[in-house]
């Protein structure tokens, strides 16, 4: 493989990462483009969508070398976008050679996730304390950090599974309220209400949502309208997935 190919590969490598983890689209392209700056050449093109990435390397002998990646799945976890960043610094001020950018990107894009526990835990911390800001009532935020947390071991389960990507928020959001109906009798003075929206909170699409305002204020205007209307289908599958296990129950 020559240099440009391995280059290339390397900035597509390292937006695939960042978008995948949570990075905004302006950032996404920013990096990418750096990285093919240390050519030195003009021209050179990088563009980012929520789905997929698209650089151009321009070649004065064989002609210009473009390549497509494509975005299957997304989440979040700023570590490894701060380590994609941390690695592009070192490679654009020389402080790191091509193959080690190369070897030290794969060894991000191989560590894990946060640990399953770390993970249901923090859903569990996020809807208890959502609920206790709604109603400061102890026992809601107990019903909302248990409902939290098996909603937390939902969504690491649902995560194994390949199905519609707006099929789990539909899901889960039947799962809060049928936990909310369920557990509701072992806590007579919770409010059913305030369990519902503090369990929800940790599933909302704010971050996407805000991202999708980024995107736009910045001008990227496709990934700007295609994160809003993402955040908006997942909100709705989530009242969805509510409001038929409610009407079902009440």
């Known amino acids: 493989m020559d240099q440009d190919t391995k280059l290339i590969n390397l900035a597509l490598d390292a937006g695939e990462i960042m978008i995948k983890n949570g990075a905004e689209t302006f950032r996404v392209q920013d990096t990418m483009q750096r990285i093919l700056n240390t050519t030195g050449r003009e021209k050179i093109e990088a563009a980012a969508l929520s789905t997929v990435l698209l650089v151009t390397l321009p070649r004065a002998e064989k002609g210009p070398l ?16 701060c380590d994609v960043n941390d690695m592009s610094r070192a490679f654009v001020s020389g402080k790191i050679s091509l193959d080690e950018a190369i070897e030290r990107l794969g060894n991000i894009s191989r560590n894990k996730k946060y640990h399953p526990l770390t993970y249901v835990l923090g859903y569990g911390a996020i809807a208890g304390g959502c609920s206790l800001l709604l109603t400061p009532c102890l026992t809601d935020g107990i019903l909302s950090t248990l409902i939290g947390i098996l909603v937390g071991i939902l969504s690491l389960w649902l995560d194994t599974k390949k199905m519609p990507y707006f099929l789990p928020p539909f899901l889960s959001g039947a799962f809060v309220a049928f936990c909310a109906c369920g557990l509701q009798p072992l806590f007579p003075k919770s409010h059913m209400d305030a369990s519902i929206v503090g369990s929800l909170m940790p599933l909302l ?34 009242a969805g997935g509510i409001g038929l296990t409610l009407s079902y129950f009440l």
Do not use: C, W
Request: proline residues 2%.
């Open 66 to 81: 473009s390549m497509m990646r494509s975005i299957h799945s997304r989440s979040v976890n700023f570590q490894k976008v």
């Open 205 to 238: 699409p704010g971050m996407t949502f805000s991202k999708a305002m980024r995107d736009l204020l910045e001008g990227n205007l496709i990934s700007g309208y295609t994160k809003a209307v993402e955040a908006i289908v997942i909100a709705g599958a989530l």
